[in-house]
């Protein structure tokens, strides 16, 4: 199974901030990359597919970028709402694994 | 409107069986697989498999091959979580989720079904 590792495992940042999770696979996914948003007693919602490609009705706030191994979610200008857990996802092979997520906080 | 809406929270006895449910609407449901993912309490997300309605083509996690079985009934666009004998490790958060391919990428979840197992 592929291993994929998130960074950092929890965030703290303010509200207009600009930050950056990075998501690391243990072998090349090429762009099946996925990343998913969840708020505290929320299901997941899903942010961006292929590694860039924004889900529909996302706002362009949030931003991916990335190929083989390495990817980032950007997620700029942060509002209260955006405060959450955010989950990447491969599903380059079976079965689909996800990070241990990263936990964006308010300072 | 796409909507996944699952059934509601459960509370079972260790040995007890269970099925729990997840109705697509809005969408073409024998076009699209519903995956199942679990979490436990304060962990992360695991997936648990994938069904196909449309043919039944059903996948499961190796981690969650012959703990749980997945159905679907596409008369009613419902597709099945069960379990034969539910264990306290079973206690977890189900969501289901529409998957554009087998292979896993989705884009609409289920609201979640809670599901506590305890003597």
């Known amino acids: 199974d592929i291993q994929m590792t998130q960074s950092p495992s929890s965030l703290s940042a303010s509200v207009g901030d600009r930050v950056t999770i990075t998501c690391r696979a243990s072998?090349?996914?090429?762009?099946?990359l996925a990343w998913f948003q969840q708020k505290p007693g929320k299901a997941p919602k899903s942010l961006i597919y292929?590694?860039?490609s924004l889900q529909s009705g996302v706002p362009s706030k949030f931003s991916g970028s990335g190929s083989g191994t390495d990817f980032t979610l950007t997620i700029s200008s942060l509002q209260p709402e955006d405060f959450a857990t955010y989950y990447c996802q491969q599903y380059n092979s079976y079965p689909p694994s996800f990070g241990q997520g990263t936990k964006l906080e308010i300072k | 409107e796409v909507q996944l809406v699952q059934s509601g929270a459960e509370v079972k006895k260790p040995g007890e069986s269970l099925k729990i449910s997840c109705k697509g609407s809005g969408y073409s449901f024998t076009s699209y697989w519903i995956a199942w993912v679990r979490q436990m309490p304060g962990k992360g997300l695991e997936w648990m498999g994938v069904i196909y309605p449309g043919g039944s083509d059903t996948r499961y996690s190796p981690s969650f091959q012959g703990q749980v079985t997945i159905s679907a009934d596409k008369s009613i666009s419902t597709a099945y979580l069960q379990w034969s004998s539910l264990k306290a490790s079973d206690t977890a958060m189900y969501y289901c989720a529409r998957s554009i391919s087998g292979a896993g990428r989705v884009d609409y979840w289920g609201q979640g079904t809670l599901v506590t197992v305890s003597s």
């Open positions: 072998q090349g996914i090429s762009n099946y």
């Open positions: 292929a590694a860039s």
